[in-house]
């Protein structure tokens, strides 16, 4: 599976983006896919993540109810719906694909679950 996250950019406090990520490979259909980022001098967090049919999904508290992921089977992708944001959702969003049969179903905020990652697209929220 290959992964291109694009849809980052600079945005006002409180505007809203719309990240993407688009897979290659036939393990996209059958896989959760997450979304993590990584603010400057930080580790990687979990934000958010969706199971292969999109029925199921998951968020980290500091995003729930701004977030909103979803995904396109026929596309072939992914997006993070990104409202309300705050300066503190500064950070390189990554996309990523949980390989896994077992967890396709139950998407996981644990990265170590993520064999496929994709190459980050900036996101920068001003104050």
């Known amino acids: 599976v290959q992964l291109q996250a694009s849809g980052g950019g600079l945005v006002q406090a409180g505007g809203s983006l719309r990240l993407s990520c688009a897979a290659s490979?036939?393990?996209?259909?059958?896989?959760?896919m997450g979304w993590f980022r990584q603010a400057p001098g930080k580790e990687r967090e979990f934000v958010s993540a969706i199971s292969r049919r999109g029925d199921n999904t998951l968020y980290t508290d500091s995003v729930k109810g701004r977030f909103t992921a979803s995904r396109d089977s026929a596309k072939n992708t992914v997006y993070l719906q990104m409202n309300s944001l705050k300066p503190e959702d500064t950070a390189v969003y990554y996309c990523a694909a949980d390989g896994s049969t077992y967890r396709r179903n139950f998407p996981t905020a644990n990265p170590g679950n993520y064999g496929y990652w994709g190459q980050g697209t900036l996101v920068t929220v001003s104050s």
């Open positions: 490979g036939r393990t996209f259909s059958s896989s959760a």
